[in-house]
């Protein structure tokens, strides 16, 4: 995250993220994310304009893909937090600002496994296959190339 406010293009690129982020995720709750494809698409937009905000000054694919396996691991975690938060919100029926409490982080979790993740995912993907073609084509310090 630090390498994202580390310069002046890198702080400007990053305000351009959260500011479409910000736009997108208002545009969203405009239009409505109940059953409505362009509002759910600007809800993923708004959630991939967040995370660029982040990687967009990573350079290696390894960044990426390592991005990539933690985010897949985060989908799994969280998706499974939510069931376990939801089914002890259900047996803990007669302590009310517990089972409020429960339920409040079982839909924090899914929000995260289905807003943040998603777009997460697709983000490492493809910035790790991005910047092996970018880096493979590159000669690298050092090499003598023949001609």
Request: charged share 10%; hydrophobic share 55%; proline share 5%.
């Amino acid at each position: 995250m630090l390498e994202a406010l580390s310069t002046p293009r890198n702080r400007t690129l990053t305000f351009v993220f959260l500011a479409i982020c910000c736009a997108s995720a208002t545009a969203a709750i405009v239009v409505g994310i109940s059953d409505n494809p362009p509002g759910i698409l600007l809800a993923y937009g708004a959630a991939a304009a967040l995370v660029l905000a982040f990687v967009h000054p990573w350079r290696t694919a390894k960044q990426f893909r390592l991005f990539l396996y933690a985010s897949v691991l985060c989908l799994v975690i969280f998706g499974i937090l939510h069931n376990v938060f939801e089914a002890v919100a259900s047996k803990a029926a007669s302590a009310g600002a517990l089972q409020s409490l429960l339920q409040g982080l079982g839909g924090a979790a899914f929000l995260l496994a289905v807003l943040i993740c998603p777009p997460a995912i697709l983000v490492g993907a493809v910035g790790s296959v991005v910047m092996f073609i970018r880096n493979r084509r590159r000669p690298t310090q050092g090499r003598d190339t023949v001609a």
